[in-house]
């Protein structure tokens, strides 16, 4: 079991940088990917950055590349998405969210926070 409580959404001009933080709580927290997801109204929720818990690889989705970075602190215990050159289309809910190396589908999930880019 995973326990994800996110913070840091609100709202910020385009061009802005916000940091999104994810409290996680659990264990044997080597077993899981991280990400976090967005939805914006009307659309799919899609993965926007993943890394797994221990040393590995991660993932961006193409609209975030080189804007957008995932990091972790092992010892507190956080997950962080630090996103930079905002833009009005990255408005949207953002989930913390985690699952079990290999599962398919992210079964652990944060309240959301909300974050509003404006032109």
């Known amino acids: 079991q995973v326990q994800l409580e996110e913070s840091g959404g609100g709202l910020v001009q385009a061009g802005g940088s916000l940091r999104l933080s994810c409290a996680v709580s659990?264990?044997?927290?080597?077993?899981?990917?991280m990400a976090w997801l967005r939805q914006a109204p009307g659309k799919e929720r899609e993965v926007v950055a993943a890394?797994?818990?221990?040393?590995?690889?991660?993932y961006y989705a193409e609209s975030v590349k080189g804007r957008f970075t995932i990091s972790k602190d092992t010892v507190r215990n956080m997950v962080y998405l630090q996103m930079n050159s905002l833009k009005p289309e990255d408005t949207a809910v953002y989930f913390c969210?985690?699952?079990?190396?290999?599962?398919?589908?992210?079964?652990?999930w944060g309240q959301g926070t909300q974050v509003t880019v404006s032109s």
């Open positions: 659990g264990s044997t927290l080597s077993m899981y990917v």
């Open positions: 890394s797994t818990w221990s040393a590995g690889g991660t």
């Open positions: 969210a985690a699952k079990v190396r290999g599962n398919k589908d992210y079964n652990y």
